[in-house]
């Protein structure tokens, strides 16, 4: 799995504007009850932490919201906070944590970071990004794999390429465990991961 920025792991954030009547909660069932039937700002049906994984909360949390054509994929973390921010378009929306920094919504929107607040921000439980195999491939050849990826990002030339390609610090070796949070959630959500990427 890769790290970036010294983890190996990101959350998400519900994020809603101050002109909103949410208070923001430390506790997700108290957090997400306030957003019962209200209508959502997404990033797209396969991301994690603009979709399927706040979803999952909310199914885990038995919190109906809209959806269908009643919610809005506005296609990017940055566009959920300028949607939040524009107010009219949805009630709230899901973003990485803290989408509201990036470099173009700081240089369009200088005052996001008072006008979009934070709702419920979850713990860091996302992987970043890995390299991961099929079931049917033998495991000495998934080893071989795993070795030869991390004697690299050992390597100061391999930092580097690292760095350079993918904006990661490292990779360190995990295995399918990792996902079994995500596994629960994604349970929840109720969502087919099959259908999501046809």
């Known amino acids: 799995m890769t790290i970036r920025s010294g983890a190996d792991r990101y959350g998400f954030q519900i994020i809603a504007h101050v002109d909103s009547a949410f208070t923001p909660s430390d506790d997700p069932a108290t957090a997400l009850a306030q957003l019962k039937d209200k209508k959502p700002c997404w990033v797209d049906t396969v991301d994690a932490s603009g979709y399927v994984l706040p979803m999952g909360f909310f199914g885990k ?17 940055p566009a959920v906070v300028r949607a939040v921010y524009a107010k009219g378009i949805c009630d709230f929306g899901a973003t990485f944590v803290d989408a509201r920094t990036s470099p173009a919504i700081q240089k369009d929107l200088p005052d996001a970071m008072d006008q979009v607040m934070v709702v419920y921000t979850s713990e860091p439980f996302i992987p970043k990004d ?69």
């Open 130 to 198: 890995t390299v991961s195999f099929p079931p049917d491939l033998p495991a000495e050849v998934r080893a071989k794999i795993v070795e030869a990826l991390l004697k690299i990002a050992e390597t100061q030339d391999g930092k580097k390429a690292l760095k350079t390609v993918f904006q990661i610090d490292g990779l360190k070796a995990a295995d399918d465990t990792l996902f079994d949070e995500l596994r629960v959630y994604l349970e929840a959500s109720g969502l087919d991961v099959a259908t999501l990427f046809k």
């Open 61 to 77: 949390y038995e919190v109906p919201i809209k959806s269908g054509n009643a919610a809005a994929f506005v296609g990017g973390h």
